[in-house]
């Protein structure tokens, strides 16, 4: 099987001023994405062709991935796929296209790891993963954490009187009643060649990995970069998974 990994960041943010190259836990926040895609090639590459491809505008993103030492496409930020209203779908797009073209192969699966949230492991990453391959009739796999909110009962929106009510109305009594929501976090996207390459958008099958309740957050303005730090901090220094991602971090250049 061929799997592309993907890791698209712009230059610029509306949020977090430069967020991509910021520095995390006093590395580039880049080296938390690039050591769980590490942990995850080295137990697969010997059964699987796996390449990782950098989509980027930004110069000091592509000097930080340098430092890394590690093996990749760069795929430049195409101007028409740079603006804020782009959908990252087209973007991965792009880059499956160039990286097939670059290396002369079709890629399997297209795994999509964002930068801004970086508290994720390589079994994440097979989890997620291994849950698209599991069922044949699934497009697309994604990372969620369970959700401390429902729509059914505790979060509101304002109706066409200007009053507030729950997002979604029902004749549910009790929490339990109502369907299990989830929080998409946006960390892991694993997509299969077909349904990357369509037209299709909101026909697809679409499948979880449930992540760590700490999954859920990710850097969108000062206060979750602050707050994921001392998250961060807490994982690194007592779970073993984090400890070893942590140990492969400062083993990459500065």
């Not at 949020?15 to 995390?24: A, D, E, Q, W, Y």
């Amino acid at each position: 099987m061929n799997i592309l990994f993907t890791i698209c960041a712009r230059a610029g943010s509306k949020g977090v001023k430069g967020k991509n190259t910021r520095p995390f836990c006093g590395k580039p926040l880049l080296y938390y994405t690039v050591a769980a895609f590490e942990e995850y090639r080295m137990k697969y590459n010997a059964t699987d062709a796996i390449d990782l491809a950098i989509n980027t505008d930004s110069a000091q993103l592509v000097e930080q991935m340098k430092d890394t030492g590690i093996a990749h496409l760069f795929v430049e930020r195409k101007e028409c796929l740079a603006g804020d209203v782009v959908a990252k779908k087209d973007v991965i797009k792009d880059t499956l296209k160039e990286a097939e073209q670059l290396n002369g192969i079709m890629y399997d699966i297209v795994v999509d790891l964002d930068l801004t949230s970086p508290l994720r492991t390589a079994g994440d990453i097979d989890g997620t993963i291994k849950t698209l391959l599991e069922d044949e009739g699934a497009d697309i796999s994604y990372s969620v954490a369970e959700a401390r909110r429902s729509p059914y009962f505790n979060m509101v929106s304002k109706n066409e009187s200007g009053y507030y009510t729950t997002v979604i109305k029902s004749e549910f009594v009790a929490r339990q009643q109502a369907p299990v929501c989830y929080d998409m976090n946006a960390s892991i996207y694993a997509y299969r060649r077909d349904y990357l390459m369509s037209d299709r958008i909101n026909d697809r099958k679409a499948l979880i990995w449930v992540m760590k309740d700490t999954g859920i957050l990710d850097i969108d303005s000062e206060h979750d970069l602050k707050l994921m730090e001392v998250i961060a901090t807490y994982l690194f220094g007592n779970s073993s998974d984090y400890k070893y991602m942590m140990k492969r971090i400062e083993e990459y250049k500065e």
